[in-house]
């Protein structure tokens, strides 16, 4: 490569990165600039792309005469429940792959990449008889607990397990910790990278999922925030600034979560891909 070239490559490949990310952003920002519009502006043609005078009157609508709070809180509970069900019981089992020995384990672990190829669809009609039939259907258990049963989670924990060290784990049997504490004490701290991707992963997709709620809960009340918007737009899908408020709304937990977790996130998906 001349020096010329070499030289303005990095300006390049920066020039291109932040002209992607303003063609990703800049649908994300006009909805959340619309949620901000009086009734009606954003369907103007041309829309604008700013409101003429700010107001949050579609959000107070969401919480007051539409109620979605109450959507928002029950979002909340599931996919917080199903985020912390996962991290418990994926850590569990991705250590145990990785380190334990017991018979058959990796003819098991195959057994449960081989089901990573069945799509979920197929498993909702025997899984909602299934929560029939014990009596969880619209329940909060019943709305989370597919989730908990991610064979991803095993995978990147298991992964990322693989590379902490064996001599630390018998050196702390040979002082007599057991595997509850050799658990506890060592594994989990050394697992937090990748337990901050799994619960980002987690949350986000049981926050986003709106198939499994629609079956699993029969009455309004308990209905998630994408049922419940998508509820609303039978009756207001004229009204574009109200639509986009949901969205926000649906939208900035997630967007939260995420920026809190970033560091930890990245750092689990690359140190989990190189674990060998």
Known sequence: MRPGRRKWSPF?????????????????????????????????????????????????????RLSLGRAAVNSLIISIGATLAVLLL?????????????????RVFAFLMAALVIPAPVAMLPLFLMLR????????????????????GIFLVRQF?????????????????????IYWSIVLPMLRPVLATLAIITFLGTW??????????????????????????GEHSADVELMMAGAVLTVLPVLALFLALQKQYIEGITLGGVKE
């Open 12 to 64: 390049l490949v920066q020039a291109a990165l932040v002209a992607w990310a303003a063609v990703v952003l800049t649908p994300l920002a006009w909805m959340a600039s619309a949620s901000l519009m009086r009734p009606g502006e954003a369907s103007e043609f041309p829309p604008p792309f700013f409101p003429s005078r700010p107001t949050l009157e579609h959000y107070r609508d969401l919480f007051t």
């Open 90 to 106: 994926n850590s569990m089992a991705g250590y145990a792959f990785a380190k334990l020995r017991f018979r058959g384990r990796d």
């Open 133 to 152: 039939s014990v009596g969880l259907v619209n329940t909060y258990v019943g709305a989370a607990l597919p989730a908990t049963a991610g064979i991803l």
């Open 161 to 181: 397990a693989r590379g902490i060290p064996d001599d630390l784990l018998d050196a702390a049997r040979l002082e007599g910790a057991g595997e509850l504490r």
């Open 208 to 233: 986003n999922e709106f198939v499994w709620p629609l079956v699993a809960l029969t009455d309004e009340s308990r209905y998630t925030l994408p049922v419940a918007l998508a509820a609303l737009v």
